[in-house]
């Protein structure tokens, strides 16, 4: 089993597929970020619910997490892959679980990446416009280990949505249909089912009370 995880945390290291992931995560996050903490008046970072905003930006992290573990799965078999990785150790269900452990270890990765961008600029941005950092240490870890569990977990979910479908367009397609399109529909219809799927989980998590694909934090102020 360590066996099949080292050869899934391989396969996602040294794609290309990977890399432009990552560079598209850091991009996204340093626009949002850059965005929210220049452009919105000194009075709107201020409190402490702002400033979690502003630094919980790298919870775009999560997105990628999930391509990541989409990715994982569907490329094998767009390139028939699977079939020697399923010779090599028969038990389809030990492969798919080494999947998803990797897929989850790679989130964590994608989150430290992420929380380590969006902080650092973050810190700078209120440093440099002279604003208090009102957030205490308990906030930050809050802030801090729940980003870094969310991301795991759609790295996880990645994975298991691309053993189901498959195909990478499709597994992309649904993934970015339900953070985009369904989980803000299923939370604005029925809000007492919609607060529990994935992306408001995720939210919870960090203790931030409306930070969505669609919606994210840093689009508040404008």
Known sequence: MIAQIRAELLKIRSTRTTLGLI?????????????TGLLTHPG????????????????????????????????????????????????????LAAKVVAGAL?????????????RTVGYAILDGRGITVVLGSGDMLLLTLGGLAGAALWGAIGTGL??????????????????LVVDNLLFGLAPSVGRYMPTRASDAL?????????RPAAARSF
């Open 106 to 118: 790679a989130g964590i990765a994608f989150g430290v990446l992420g929380e380590a961008v969006s």
């Open 23 to 35: 560079l598209a995560m850091i991009a996204l996050i340093l626009l949002f970020t850059l965005l």
């Open 44 to 95: 709107g970072l201020a409190s402490k619910e702002d400033q979690r905003d502003l630094l919980s930006v790298g919870s775009f992290a999560g997105v990628f997490s999930a391509l990541a573990g989409v990715l994982l799965v569907t490329s094998e078999y767009r390139f028939g892959t699977i079939r020697p990785t399923i010779l090599f150790n028969p038990a389809r269900s030990h492969v």
């Open 162 to 179: 691309g053993a189901i479908i498959h195909t990478q367009v499709g597994g992309v397609i649904a993934l970015l249909a339900w953070g």
């Open 206 to 214: 960090m203790a931030c009370e409306s930070i969505t694909w669609s």
